[in-house]
């Protein structure tokens, strides 16, 4: 819905460059295998007559202190250094995935256990360890590269972690799992496929890293067996000679970098490819419609005591390029109750969110008007001409709003009642107790039969109909003349549904507000609302009194019955 | 306090262990390869080498809690002499560092997420990239080259103590630490980016603004403060990154710290310093983790529970399946 649309130039650039980062690795790989073979030079052979030489027909790259080819050494050396990197994150791979796995499901202790050791090697920087471990066990890049290693190890186990967790938290494994589906056909079904993409992307960063850290380890003389030629030991001899040849690191420092740039840029791109998955599956649920120049069917009736007028009200989609509501037209009275009907897709909940401004990126109202009428001490507002501090004024004290899936409209960090009295004194100038009091009044009015205790919870300790009412709280805390509740009772049971409706219905009795109910659910058009309005396709097809439209358009009740 | 101890025991013991498996013992070093098997088990049994592995860690950890951490097999200078002369370089680099580190790379982060797709998103996208694939001692050359030998504002290796002259020490210790921030400064800068950008299209920020609250408030307090969890665990992890890459910058920049202690050490095989170097910095690294966590946790205290609490709400998450 908020989708991130790239402009197609934009994203071939980034395939381009995923393909670019792709080949230089293949180049590496190959110089890897056979770079020693391929060297125009024998990497060893001295020459004491051209020592110390720059870059010359005979010798690409110059010649070191021996008088060796430096292009030779780089290419020969690729081997040693690549293996080097492979191996400390094989180590890090093998020691970090399968117990990082294990840890979510071989039990508490060992979960523990291996927390605390993965805990332990995080306390250890890389270097510092690379260099107590050649000082234990004698200067190899056998064991400086197994240091490394052993600290890449963690990065895995919490990466591969996480991810899996991440998933075992979200509510389809939930339900899954409410439904008897066994562990491991969970696993075999959701896991890899999100677990592999993050093994991927951790593989090219810490394939990076490895290179990088063998390259400051040689800085420091650590992992460097002279003659044989790696990255790590050209770089090191030329540290040697810099007052001669300043610009010698840079040969096997650029190849380094190129090679860790190459990798980071395959790591995003294997990223972006998931997020660009998520983008285009997002972007098939909705249906672009054509747009199409014409008046609205239904006529608007007549209100008495308007708080809400819409008028041609036009929104576009896809930047423009389509349009999904093409002019509607209604007003909503105060102490009324509408409902706006129509399937998924129909323009419905587009339109509730043109009239509060609250459309994702990409999707604008391209015409008409909406107002707030006033009357009865407030001003009128023209919707359509607001600031983002004039919408702070309306959204709260003009138009209160609720949503489907109330618990995620809460800040998942902050206690609820906090954020109904931040909500309270964003508003009005109120004491921190002042508010509070308001605030557990509040609670009290939406039927939460404990409001102290919700005030301290937190979203995700609250049922969903009891988020649904803290939401309502938060919606009606600045007295609004209008409420607009988005499929606000369309997640909950039946039971819990009724009791919420109950409530908005009071709500509408007491204030006197005016409601738009935006619904799929004709029972609760048929038990709730004064009037309907029908939306197909982007258009309101029919309105009038709710007992009439239900009764009266039995094709509608099948078509909505049908989307629902 | 029982997870960070536990984690200090393996974290310690760990690196103790390695260093008695090693075979670098005082007996190879020091006596050389012509020494009598007599005079070997004499020194071992001086160091207490030939007593069981765990007896010997325990007296070790025992000794070194009363700030004892023995004496280096070739200076006999105190160890702990050694590294309370180090230390406060390294303390003062790292806290500097880090500042450095969370002032650009959280400023860059926020101002790219907020303006996506602006030049100043893809200028810190492209340095940030960067910075990852440039070895750290680049940085550094690179700094020297330009701060201390084209413009020669700063000097370009030595140190002076905080305690001495700040003003001297913030000479001496500002390329340095520019150096060392670098990193960590790009890796906050993309993950606060990545997770601002998330945060910014959750629901909860819709919710914040149809309660009319305002876009400062709503990305200070309900935005950045989700957001912000995954950066400073970032931050937590670029601590030993910070004090892996002192070690270089120690070198590079000439500054008397624990690193290059324990890098001499390490080239002499001096093991009881390299060990009270390991101990220094697993404890400077559980210190900081402790302290982020702290910070974390005020944070975003939902976090924080584990999945099974989750999993005790079947009535609620079945409602939600409907949708």
């Known amino acids: 819905m908020s989708a991130e649309r790239p402009g197609t130039l934009r994203r071939a650039l980034r395939l381009t460059s995923a393909r670019i980062a792709l080949g230089l690795v293949v180049l590496i790989a190959v110089l890897a295998v056979f770079g020693g073979a391929l060297a125009p030079h024998d990497p060893l052979a001295q020459d004491t007559s051209a020592v110390l030489q720059g870059p010359s027909w005979a010798h690409w790259l110059g010649t070191d202190y021996l008088g060796r080819d430096v292009l030779s050494r780089l290419m020969a050396g690729s081997g040693r250094s690549v293996v080097g990197a492979l191996e400390a994150v094989g180590i890090g791979l093998v020691l970090g995935v399968l117990p990082g796995l294990a840890s979510l499901w071989l039990g508490r202790v060992y979960e523990w256990v291996s927390l605390r050791i993965v805990d332990a090697f995080m306390t250890l920087p890389y270097v510092v360890f690379a260099v107590a471990v ?14 490394v290693g052993l600290l890449i190890a963690p990065l895995y186990f919490r990466v591969t972690r996480a991810a899996a967790l991440g998933l075992t938290r979200t509510q389809y494994v939930e339900a899954a799992e409410l439904y008897g589906a066994s562990r491991h056909r969970i696993l075999r079904r959701h896991l890899w496929s999100k677990i592999l993409p993050t093994i991927a992307v951790t593989t090219a960063q810490a394939l990076a890293a490895a290179l990088l850290t063998v390259s400051s380890l040689a800085f420091l003389g650590l992992g460097v067996q002279p003659p044989l030629p790696t990255w790590g030991e050209l770089l090191s001899s030329d540290l040697d000679y810099l007052s001669i040849q300043p610009w010698a690191p840079l040969f096997p420092g650029l190849l380094i970098m190129l090679v860790a740039g190459a990798l980071n840029a395959l790591a ?20 672009p419609v054509e747009v199409v120049d014409d008046a609205p069917r239904a006529t608007v009736a007549a209100v008495s005591d308007p708080v809400l007028r819409v008028g041609g009200l036009r929104v576009t989609v896809h930047d423009g390029r389509a349009e999904a509501v093409h002019g509607v037209s209604f ?22 969110r043109a009239i509060t401004g609250l459309l994702a990126p990409g999707v604008a109202r391209s015409a008409g008007s909406v107002e707030l009428l006033g009357g009865d001490g407030s001003e009128p ?28 409209y809460l800040n ?10 931040e909500a309270l004194r964003a508003h009005a100038d109120l004491s921190r107790t002042a508010a509070k009091a308001r605030a557990l009044e509040l609670f009290g009015s939406v039927g939460l039969r404990d409001p102290e205790a919700v005030f301290a919870q937190y979203p995700h300790e609250l049922s969903g109909g009891m988020a649904q009412r803290v939401l309502i709280a938060i919606a009606i805390s600045g007295d609004p003349e209008l409420l607009i509740a988005d499929e606000a009772t369309s997640a909950l049971d039946v039971l819990v549904q009724a009791e919420v409706l109950d409530l908005l219905r009071t709500l509408v009795r007491e204030r006197g507000l005016a409601l738009l109910l935006v619904t799929h659910d004709l029972g609760v058009v048929a038990e709730l609302c004064d009037r309907v309005l029908v939306f197909e396709a982007g258009r309101i097809v029919e309105q009038g009194p709710a007992s009439q439209v239900v009764a009266a358009a039995p094709e509608y009740t099948e078509l909505i019955g049908a989307a629902s | 306090m029982s997870v960070p101890v536990t984690v200090f025991l393996i974290a310690t013991f760990g690196t103790y262990a390695l260093g008695a498996l090693g075979g670098a013992n005082p007996a190879a070093t020091v006596l050389g390869q012509d020494a009598t098997p007599a005079a070997i088990a004499n020194l071992n049994h001086r160091y207490g080498l030939d007593r069981p592995l765990l007896v010997q860690y325990f007296t070790w950890l025992e000794h ?3 700030g004892n951490l023995g004496t280096s097999y070739f200076t006999s200078i105190p160890v702990s002499t050694s590294l309370g002369q180090a230390l406060p370089v390294d303390l003062s680099l790292a806290a500097l560092a880090l500042t450095f580190a969370v002032l650009l790379g959280g400023a860059a982060g926020i101002g790219s997420a907020l303006k996506r797709g602006s030049l100043l998103d893809r200028i810190v996208s492209a340095v940030c990239s960067a910075l990852a694939t440039v070895p750290p ?39 340095p630490a520019l150096a060392l921030s670098a990193e960590g400064a790009a890796a906050i800068a993309r993950q606060l980016r990545t997770s601002l950008v998330g945060a910014l299209q959750e ?22 403060r989700n957001a912000a969890g995954p950066a400073l665990t970032v931050l937590g992890v670029q601590v030993p990154a910070i004090i892996g890459g002192a070690v270089v910058a120690e070198k590079m920049f000439a500054l008397p710290g624990v690193a290059q202690l324990a890098l001499t050490a390490g080239s002499e095989r001096d093991v009881p310093v390299i060990q009270g170097a390991l101990l220094v910095t697993i404890g400077v690294v559980l210190v900081s983790n402790i302290a982020v966590n702290a910070v974390l946790l005020r944070l975003t205290p939902h976090a924080r529970r584990s999945p099974r609490t989750a999993r005790r709400r079947p009535a609620a998450a079945a409602a939600e399946v409907g949708a």
């Open chain 1, 134 to 147: 050649t000082g234990f066990f004698g200067n190899s890049l056998l064991a400086a590269m197994t240091a």
């Open chain 1, 268 to 287: 995003d791109a294997i990223r972006d490819t998931g997020a660009a998955a998520a983008i285009v599956a997002e972007q098939s649920i909705e249906t």
């Open chain 1, 331 to 352: 007003e909503v009275g105060r102490g009324e109750i509408v409902g706006l009907v129509g399937e998924s897709g129909s323009g419905k909940t587009l339109t509730c």
């Open chain 1, 412 to 421: 998942p960090s902050i206690p609820v009642g906090r954020q109904l009295v």
């Open chain 2, 64 to 66: 070194a809690l009363t």
């Open chain 1, 381 to 408: 507002v023209d919707l359509t001409a607001l600031d983002r501090a004039g919408w702070n004024a309306v959204r709260g004290p003009r138009v209160g709003v609720v949503f489907q899936d109330p618990a995620s």
């Open chain 2, 137 to 175: 001692f680049l940085v550094g050359i690179t700094l020297i080259v330009l701060f201390a030998v084209i413009f020669r504002l700063l000097p370009s290796g030595g140190y002076v103590p905080f305690t001495q002259d700040p003003g001297q020490w913030l000479r001496f210790a500002f390329l």
């Open chain 2, 203 to 224: 629901n909860y920020v819709l919710g914040a603004a149809a309660r009319g609250l305002s876009a400062r408030r709503t990305l200070f307090r309900h935005a950045l």
